[in-house]
C-alpha cells in the first residue's frame, strides 16, 4: 500500500469505516489484521499517534516491552501530552502483560498507569495480543465513524502549545508536582524562572508543597549534573 502525505485531507461522512495508520506499524501484521476486519486501512507518516479512527480519537499502540521501554526512558508522557494537546479522546492500547518485562517494580507500572489516567487524561486499554488490538481499534473506527456520525480528519502538524502552556509543562517536570501544583506555583511565582530559584523557604509559600517536595525540587534544580545520589 502506497504511502500518501498529510496534505489537508479530509473524508466525506462515511459508508464504510477507515483507519489511518502510521506507516511504521506495517511491520507488526496490525494493519493487514484491521483490514481483515472490514475496515479500510490508509497508511501515513503521522505526527501524533499511532492510529486515527475520527477527528477525537487517536490510538497509541504500546507492546508490553516497548510501554515499558518508554515508561523508564521517560517518552511515555511526552506521547501522553502529545496525544492529549491534540485529540479530545485520546487513547493508549497496552498489548500484553507489562508486569514481569525488564524486572521492573510493579509500584512503578501502576504509578505510570495512574499517571496517564489522571494526570493526562488518557485511559490505557489493555489487549491480549496484536490480533486482539486490532479488532479493537476496528470496532472503535466503526462506532466512531458509522454509529456517532464522527469525521476522520489527518492533522498535519502537531498543536503548538502556547506560552501558558510551555511553562506548566516545564514546570510540571519538577518531582511531585502535577499540573494543579504546576499552576498554583506559576501563579504564586509568577515565571518559570522565579518558581526555580525560589528557595525551600518560599517554595513552601505555596500549598501542597511541604519539605519533602521541596528539599526534592530545590535538589533537582541545585544538583551538579552527573553526580551520584547522596
Known amino acids: 500500500m502506497a504511502q500518501q502525505t498529510l496534505s489537508g485531507l479530509f473524508t466525506k461522512e462515511p459508508e464504510k469505516a477507515t483507519v489511518y495508520a502510521d506507516h511504521r506499524e506495517r511491520a507488526s ?3 493487514d489484521l484491521i483490514g481483515r476486519k472490514g475496515v479500510e486501512v490508509k497508511e501515513f507518516q503521522l505526527q501524533v499517534g499511532d492510529f486515527l479512527v475520527s477527528e477525537d480519537v487517536a490510538i497509541e499502540r504500546k507492546e508490553a516491552n516497548d510501554f515499558v521501554s518508554s515508561m523508564l526512558d521517560g ?15 485520546p487513547v493508549i492500547l497496552l498489548e500484553g502483560d507489562p508486569y514481569g518485562q525488564r524486572n521492573v517494580n510493579e509500584n512503578a507500572l501502576r504509578g505510570a498507569l495512574a499517571s496517564l489516567a489522571t494526570r493526562f487524561r488518557v485511559p490505557v486499554i ?23 456520525k464522527k469525521w476522520i480528519r489527518l492533522r498535519g ?4 502549545m502556547s506560552v501558558p502552556q510551555q511553562q506548566q509543562f516545564i514546570v510540571e517536570s519538577l518531582p511531585s508536582v502535577g499540573p494543579a501544583l504546576a ?5 504564586h511565582f509568577g515565571s518559570v524562572e522565579k518558581v526555580f530559584k525560589a528557595s525551600e523557604k518560599h517554595l513552601k509559600e505555596v500549598d501542597g508543597v511541604g519539605d519533602v517536595k521541596a528539599k526534592q525540587v530545590r535538589k533537582v534544580l541545585t544538583k551538579k ?5 547522596g
Open 75 to 89: 517518552r511515555l508522557f511526552g506521547q501522553a501530552r502529545e496525544l492529549a494537546d491534540n485529540f479530545s479522546k
Open 29 to 31: 501484521g496490525i494493519l
Open 183 to 187: 499552576q498554583a506555583l506559576l501563579k
Open 157 to 160: 502538524e502537531k498543536r503548538n
Open 225 to 229: 549534573y552527573g553526580e551520584n545520589d
Open 126 to 148: 489493555f489487549t491480549r495480543n496484536v490480533e486482539d488490538s486490532a479488532a479493537f481499534i476496528a470496532l472503535l473506527a466503526r462506532r466512531e465513524q458509522l454509529e456517532d
